[in-house]
Nanobody
Framework: QVQLVESGGGSVQPGGSLTLTCSAS????????MGWYRQAPGKERELVAT???????NYANSVKGRFTISRDDVKNTVYLQMNNLKPEDSAVYYC????????????????WGQGTQVTVSS
């Protein structure tokens, strides 16, 4: 089984910065894709950024130039550096891991963390 644990959320003023961290644990050999999604009240969950094992990244247009996703494959950890935060960035941020290769050579799909709240307000 695999568990994802997020940390780093909180409250910040507009223009501020936060770094989110998500660590995966369990019987993991490798994780092909990791990413961050967010869900604001009354809205659907949306993609923020994803990163593949070869560090290919993809960002939502709304965060390009402000957010940076990175990963540490030794630690099975993904990070989201968020700069110049705006009130519209307020949401619960969820970590996702997909196409996880286990130590028993199984492939697991689409695991989620429990979410961490980010609030941007003056």
């Amino acid at each position: 089984q695999v568990q994802l644990v997020e940390s780093g959320g909180g409250s910040v003023q507009p223009g501020g910065s936060l770094t989110l961290t998500c660590s995966a644990s369990g019987s993991i050999l490798a994780i092909n894709a990791m990413g961050w999604y967010r869900q604001a009240p009354g809205k659907e969950r949306e993609l923020v950024a994803t990163i593949l094992r070869k560090s290919n990244t993809n960002y939502a247009n709304s965060v390009k130039g402000r957010f940076t996703i990175s990963r540490d494959d030794v630690k099975n950890t993904v990070y989201l550096q968020m700069n110049n935060l705006k009130p519209e960035d307020s949401a619960v941020y969820y970590c996702n891991a997909d196409r996880i290769v286990t130590l028993t050579d199984k492939m697991l799909y689409n695991y989620w963390g429990q979410g961490t709240q980010v609030t941007v307000s003056s």
